[in-house]
């Protein structure tokens, strides 16, 4: 089974710039959540898509936005980078059940220059 | 209060011993509550889910669950070096997990 996969790895952007990242979740997985992991703040919840539908955001800036197509694969958007957007951005992948068992991909490491 | 706390470390332990991790929690409803480990550089992977107070073993890792203390804590016996990691405590709300800061887990050969 195959597990959920993040796109791409790495990126290096300018400030200003805005950025695109990719996520598909484990087969038969409904539910996508986004995090920002930094050394300072930890892992930090940013939104959570259920059948396309937004269930949760965090307390992040509008710059920070998401979408779900009908596939179930997410994406994220962050416009406008700052030198602190530099981060590990993860995505994890539950089923529609309400134990909410999560499972990460492998994360994309994003650098602002 | 933060929603999820964990025991500040980092934790040093030699090999073969028991390394002890422990966590609080805020929401007195939380019926789930999960472990996750994460080396370094790399993305947390999950290790053990916990519904039920008490005990779950799962190999060299015993999770307890206490819910009326909002207690949840995670014993791996005979620690090796490849247990070397960050280890999540997480406690699922509103569509989301919020995780603690993580306790860094070092095992000396």
Not at chain 2, 56 to 72: H, I, P
Not at chain 2, 92 to 103: E, I, Q, V, W
Request: charged share 20%; aromatic share 12%.
């Amino acid at each position: 089974k195959a597990g959920v996969t993040q796109t791409p790895r790495y990126l290096i952007k300018t400030r200003g710039q805005q950025v695109t990242l990719s996520c598909s979740p484990i087969s038969g997985h409904r539910s996508v959540s986004w995090y920002q992991q930094t050394p300072g703040q930890g892992l930090q919840f940013l939104f959570e898509y259920f059948s396309e539908t937004q269930r949760n955001k965090g307390n992040f800036p509008g710059r920070f936005s998401g979408r779900q197509f009908s596939n179930s694969r997410s994406e994220m958007n962050v416009s406008t980078l700052e030198l602190g957007d530099s981060a590990l951005y993860l995505c994890a992948s539950s089923s529609s059940g309400d134990l909410f068992e999560a499972f990460f991909g492998q994360g994309t490491r994003l650098t602002v220059v | 209060q933060k929603e999820v706390e964990q025991n500040s470390g980092p934790l040093s332990v030699p090999e073969g011993a028991i390394a002890s991790l422990n966590c609080t929690y805020s929401d007195r409803v939380s019926q789930s509550f999960f472990w996750y480990r994460q080396y370094s550089g790399k993305s947390p992977e999950l290790i053990m889910s916990i519904y039920s107070n008490g005990d779950k073993e799962d190999g060299r890792f015993t999770a307890q669950l206490n819910k009326a203390s909002q207690y949840v804590s995670l014993l791996i016996r005979d620690s090796q070096p490849s247990d070397s990691a960050t280890y999540l405590c997480a406690v699922p709300n509103d569509y989301k997990l919020s995780f603690g800061a993580g306790t860094t887990v070092t095992v000396r050969a």
